[in-house]
């Protein structure tokens, strides 16, 4: 089976605009979540999709969004960039809730917002 | 809201030595999952163990095992024979209430020494 994949990889983008990522996961899982990894913070958890619903949610502003399609992709959108959204934001997937299960990362979009 | 705690920013340990991570948790939960994660220089992040907490019985994996005190909330990860592939960021992380959301530690970089 093809590993989880994400889009772009790298990302340069300026304050205040706004970005998309996308997430593909493994075939078959319904659960997929977002973390953002900063070398300050840490690995933070930033909302889990099941089955197309918004399962859990950390502890991000509102400009943080994600969604899930029927095919279980998912994209998560960040609007109006700050500096402090430069991270590496990691996707996970796995075939029932992932507090519950194995989850099998992607690689990651490295973010950098100048 | 649930925490999880990982002290040692940083351990070193020598090529074929054993070396224990330690992980705290806090939580009012009786069902509830625990893992441990590897993140290796720039590569994906990988399940390392999982432990049931209605499950007595310590995980083990190869050469990786972990001591699961639910009375202490602690939940270490011991690496036998520790190989130069083993030098990675480990995160602790822990799941629980309804929903399962997890919440990972800061993790410890963990370096292999020859």
């Known amino acids: 089976k093809a590993g989880v994949t994400q889009t772009p990889r790298y990302l340069i983008k300026t304050r205040g605009q706004q970005v998309t990522l996308s997430c593909s996961p493994i075939s078959g899982h319904r659960s997929v979540s977002w973390y953002q990894q900063t070398p300050g913070q840490g690995l933070q958890f930033l909302f889990e999709y099941f089955s197309e619903t918004q399962r859990n949610k950390g502890n991000f502003p509102g400009r943080f969004s994600g969604r899930q399609f029927s095919n279980s992709r998912s994209e998560m959108n960040v609007s109006t960039l700050e500096l402090g959204d430069s991270a590496l934001y990691l996707c996970?997937?796995?075939?029932?809730?992932?507090?519950?299960?194995?989850?099998?990362f992607g690689p990651g979009t490295r973010l950098t917002v100048l | 809201a649930q925490t999880v705690t990982q002290s040692q920013p940083e351990m070193s340990v020598q090529e074929a030595e054993t070396v224990t991570l330690s992980c705290t948790y806090d939580?009012?939960?009786?069902?509830?999952?625990l893992f441990w994660y590897k993140q290796p220089p720039s590569r994906q992040m990988i399940l390392v163990i999982r432990?049931?907490?209605?499950?007595?019985q310590n995980a083990t994996e190869n050469r990786f095992s972990v001591n699961f005190q639910k009375a202490a909330k602690s939940f270490s990860l011991k690496i036998s024979d520790s190989q130069l592939g083993d030098a990675a960021m480990y995160f602790c992380?822990?799941?629980?209430?309804?929903?399962?959301?997890?919440?990972f530690g800061k993790g410890t970089l963990l370096t292999v020494n020859p």
């Open positions: 432990q049931e907490a209605y499950k007595q």
């Open positions: 992380a822990y799941s629980g209430g309804s929903n399962y959301k997890l919440t």
């Open positions: 996970a997937s796995s075939l029932e809730l992932a507090g519950a299960d194995t989850q099998y």
């Open positions: 939580t009012s939960e009786s069902d509830y999952y």
